[in-house]
């Protein structure tokens, strides 16, 4: 089971960089590593996914060394509507519940 | 393009009382999973159905149950109801035939078991 590892919260200025690092020391070679979203009383929305090196999409960036160890989500010049709650869940949805298992997550705060 | 919808959006039931929580999947998906999450904390992980069948379980115990239908939605049951099962219940869905397809969400269902 690759249990992960987030800081509990975070703190940031509207227009910065932010970056979100999750350790996954017992990372299998098929798990996949994926983050999602979530606002107050809404269900969380997926945000970017991958499984080695380095994943861009138009909302973010992720961050995968070669050990596949940790991860990091990056989140270009963020704007308050960025306050949320974050998690990285690492695994394989096929084949076992370890790809559905949500940790506590990052809780973002975005100042202006 | 429907997203995941849930109904009702709020309930309230009383402790012992058994209560039915029912889920749509996004066109186009095959496979639901149900999440309760209370305040506070992160999704925890009930069940998962594909072809009618739960395919995965996380540490729940038998009071929540479920159900998938042919047109791929999906029930949440949970019976005995105790005031700890207060919370959201999520319902998310994906394609049960591709590995690591992304979990879409719907906004879920406030239970509160007074």
């Known amino acids: 089971l690759a249990k992960t590892t987030q800081p509990i919260s975070m703190d940031s200025y509207e227009g910065q960089e932010v970056n979100i690092t999750c350790s996954h020391n017992n990372i299998a070679t098929n798990d996949y590593i994926t983050w999602y979203q979530q606002f107050p009383s809404q269900g969380p929305r997926f945000i970017i996914q991958?499984?080695?090196t380095k994943v861009t999409n138009e909302v973010a960036s992720l961050f995968i060394p070669a050990d596949r160890k940790s991860s990091t989500l990056s989140l270009p010049r963020v704007s308050l509507s960025d306050t949320a709650v974050y998690y990285c869940l690492v695994g394989r949805i096929e084949g076992g519940a370890d790809g559905l298992t949500f940790g506590k997550g990052t809780h973002l705060i975005i100042q202006p | 393009d429907a997203g995941v919808t849930q109904s009702p959006t709020h309930l309230i039931k009383t402790r012992g009382q058994q209560v039915t929580l029912r889920c749509s999947p996004k066109s186009g998906h095959d496979t639901v999973s149900w999440y309760q999450q209370a305040l506070g904390q992160g999704p925890q992980f009930i069940f998962q159905?594909?072809?009618?069948?739960?395919?995965q379980r996380g540490n729940f115990p038998d009071r929540f149950s479920g159900h998938q239908f042919p047109n791929y939605s999906s029930e949440l049951n949970v019976n005995a109801l105790l005031l700890g099962d207060s919370a959201l219940y999520l319902c998310?869905?994906?394609?049960?035939?591709?590995?690591?397809?992304?979990?879409?969400f719907g906004n879920g269902t406030r239970l509160t078991v007074t």
């Open positions: 159905y594909y072809e009618e069948e739960e395919r």
């Open positions: 998310a869905s994906s394609l049960g035939g591709i590995q690591n397809s992304p979990l879409h």
């Open positions: 991958g499984y080695k």
